[in-house]
């Protein structure tokens, strides 16, 4: 079946805003997308005018993400922000789900005395990537021998949250693939049952680690899977949130930007993509920039995505066209191996949507509907 960008949908009112305090981080992880070069800091009065834009779109279950930073290096900013979204959405019509994503370090007795009252609309992302080795080895704290993962470690054990639950996001570098089985049998021992396995995309990876990957993450969903009733793993789920054509983001300099993928540009590169600022945002530039880099993506692998039998649940390589446009990388070899390693997250997917609710509820909906029933979900 052949595909347009229709088929794929861009929502014209947004239904998920990334708000990005700041761009700068305690830790210096070598894969992280933010290129970090501003300086800028949000404060609160622009936050709450974009909310306000935000939560007064049409539609009723939005998603707002603090996960483009580390939102406790500005516990106040943070604690504010939360509190003035769960106070706004109390008035209005609104249901929605507000997810931070952490990595663990300044999760202090304050902050985690604030998220224990949270109801079950706030999710927490805690940034693990299993045992100390393979968590150090890429998540490095700025300036210091010491280690990210048990200053982390020893916060999340200290907390203990009864509503809701703490999701692990765990990123496969390829060079910790071999450890990846030993990494999510260690989260899962520390009591994490709630984990997303996530795979670096815009890494190459060869031949010998893709397989590696598959045979190990196949052990995974035949051998611990099936074992532990309560466990609740996804691949790919990041990506799978919503679209990327659902999206915009708030970034730390108080503009309206396409989506965060943005954040991998420099901020010279990024004033293209801006939609507008905390008081106004241009919707209908939005949706061109969007039809405009698809289009282009298109044209660069000659349409493959719009044919492909695994595009329903794909996650999109438009983030990867842009990265690699802006770095002058040749976007056909690392959309080859985005595809691959794609591929080999959703032919896992397929395997643990039987007991998985979350992915269940997407696939059957697709599966069922086909394309047609994504379409018009994306639509308002
Ligand atoms: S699996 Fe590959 S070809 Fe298919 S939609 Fe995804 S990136 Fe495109």
Known sequence: MSRSINSKGISFYPRQMDICFSEKCNLNCDYCFVNKTSEKVLDIKKIKSAIDI???????????????????????????????????????????????????????????AFIKQLDDRFILNFSLDGKEDSHDA?????????????????????????????????TIAPDQVNFLLDNVKFIIKQGFLYIDLFPQMFKIWS???????????????????????????????????????AKIMLGADGKF??????????????KLFQIGDYQHINLVKRKKLF??????????????????????FCSDPLPLYLWSLYNKYDFLTYFKNFCQISKIMIRISDKIKIKNRTDKSKWDKLLKNKYEENESSLRN
């Open 257 to 270: 930007y396409l989506f965060e993928w943005v954040l991998p540009l420099e901020e010279k590169h990024r």
């Open 54 to 112: 935000f939560l007064d779109f049409p539609g009723k279950n939005k998603t707002i993400t603090f996960t483009t930073s580390e939102p406790f290096i500005n516990p106040k900013l943070f604690r504010d922000s939360i509190t003035y979204i769960f106070q706004e959405v109390d008035k209005k019509d609104v249901d929605i789900l507000v997810i931070a994503t952490t990595n663990g370090v300044l999760f202090n007795r304050e902050m985690q």
């Open 207 to 245: 031949k010998k680690e893709r397989d590696v990957l598959e045979g190990s993450l196949n052990s995974i969903v035949n051998k611990i899977n099936k074992k532990e009733t309560k466990l609740d793993l996804r691949v790919l789920n990041r990506l799978w949130g919503s679209t990327h054509y």
């Open 291 to 312: 039809e405009l880099l698809f289009n282009q993506m298109s044209k660069a692998n000659k349409s493959k995505c719009n044919t492909c039998e695994y595009n329903a």
């Open 138 to 170: 890429h998540r490095k704290i700025k300036n210091s021998k010491n280690s990210s993962f048990e200053l982390a470690i020893k916060n999340f054990n200290n907390f203990s949250r009864k509503n809701g639950y703490v999701r692990i996001i765990s």
